[in-house]
């Protein structure tokens, strides 16, 4: 049977090199073989301090780029036009224990050290069951940083399973063979992200050319001059390794460097090639604002319609009338 895909993007900030080849390009290519469907999570951006304004325009500009990623021929929508999602996400949180989503690494890391931790950020892992669980999907590309919340999403459906009767599919992760993980290019033992303030360590999508080859240029290296894939003893050349493997789509162990400035040179190129052809895409489709308002809202009514089914389901296993 076509396996069920589904797969979200946090609007939180620009989209960055790290979200291009920990997901959105696994997500291209399982289009051929799969069913897919893919939302700007902008809920999910509703977890930490934001701005109404920026909020709107950052996920208008994810969607576009998911598009001109290539995503075209899968369902993209956003998600807070599809109200299934809150409602299944009710569902999950009466499902779920507080001991559970307290553990999860995510809350621990964005919640230490705060005054204010929106109550939302606890019960996150619920929604994201909620979008995952709602298009009844078995495959959900993601990085490594997402992988607990997968298990969760595992653990709540089984559970509900138990509970109230087969209802949900039980999903699974999948991860990219390389660049599962990029790292941040000033400091390569951290991830590469793009709410978190280190914007000369972090590729964003829409970098113009120059910008990207200075970022990449001035990344950290190790200390030696060895040119080899250790992410132990070289977080920072095997960072700058993986980021060209993906872009090449060369195998690491075929790449070979005699300095880390030519390293550096090639990486920085395919980065460039890589974003190319996906800036030239989005510069068309921002052309045209009331179309792609038009696709959106297409998007969104058909991930409404195949929602339907399965939250009637779910209702009705509960006890809802
Ligand atoms: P987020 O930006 O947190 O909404 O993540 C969207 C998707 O991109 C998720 O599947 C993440 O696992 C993935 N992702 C985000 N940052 C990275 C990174 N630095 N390396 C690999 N995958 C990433
Ligand atoms: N939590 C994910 C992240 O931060 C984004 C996300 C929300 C997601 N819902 C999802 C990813 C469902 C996969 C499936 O990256």
Same mark, same amino acid.
């Given at each position: ?238 960072? /700058?390794?993986?980021? &060209? @493997? *993906?872009?090449?789509? %060369?195998?690491? $162990?075929?790449? +070979?460097?005699?300095?880390?400035? #030519? ?28 179309? /792609?308002?038009?696709? &959106? @809202? *297409?998007?969104?009514? %058909?991930?409404? $319609?195949?929602? +339907?089914?399965?939250?009637?389901? #779910? ?7």
């Amino acid at each position: 049977m076509t396996k069920r895909v589904f797969s979200g993007f946090q609007p939180t900030g620009h989209l960055t090199i790290g979200n291009l080849l920990g997901a959105i390009r696994p997500a291209v290519q399982l289009q051929d073989e799969a069913d897919c469907v893919y939302a700007v999570v902008d809920l999910h951006a509703l977890t930490v301090r934001h701005d109404p304004e920026r909020l709107r325009a950052r996920t208008r500009e994810a969607a576009t780029l998911l598009l001109a990623c290539g995503l075209d021929r899968s369902l993209v929508y956003i998600q807070s036009q599809v109200p299934a999602h809150t409602e299944l996400s009710y569902l999950l949180e009466s499902t779920a224990y507080f001991g559970e989503m307290r553990r999860m690494i995510q809350f621990k890391e964005k919640s230490a050290g705060q005054e204010e931790v929106r109550l939302s950020l606890l019960t996150y892992p619920a929604l994201m069951a909620a979008d995952i669980l709602l298009h009844r999907t078995d495959l959900v590309p993601v990085g490594e940083d997402q992988r607990q919340h997968v298990e969760l999403t595992r653990d709540l459906a089984l559970r509900f399973n138990r509970l109230y009767g087969e209802t949900f599919t039980v999903p699974e992760a999948v991860h990219p063979r390389v660049a599962a993980r990029v790292m941040d290019l000033t400091t390569p033992t951290s991830k590469m992200g793009k709410s978190n303030g280190s914007t000369a360590g972090t590729v964003y999508m829409l970098d113009p050319p120059a910008d990207v080859r200075r970022k990449v240029m001035r990344a950290v290296t190790d200390s030696g001059t060895e040119v080899r894939y250790d992410p132990q003893d070289k977080p920072g050349v095997s960072n /700058l390794l993986a980021v &060209l @493997a *993906a872009c090449s789509g %060369r195998p690491v $162990e075929s790449l +070979a460097h005699e300095t880390y400035g #030519a390293l550096k040179r090639d990486t920085a190129e395919a980065v460039v090639e890589t974003l190319r052809p996906i800036q030239e895409r989005y510069l068309e489709l921002s052309a045209d604002p009331a179309e /792609l308002s038009r696709l &959106l @809202a *297409a998007g969104a009514a %058909r991930a409404a $319609e195949r929602g +339907a089914g399965l939250l009637a389901a #779910a209702r009705e296993a509960i006890g809802l009338p």
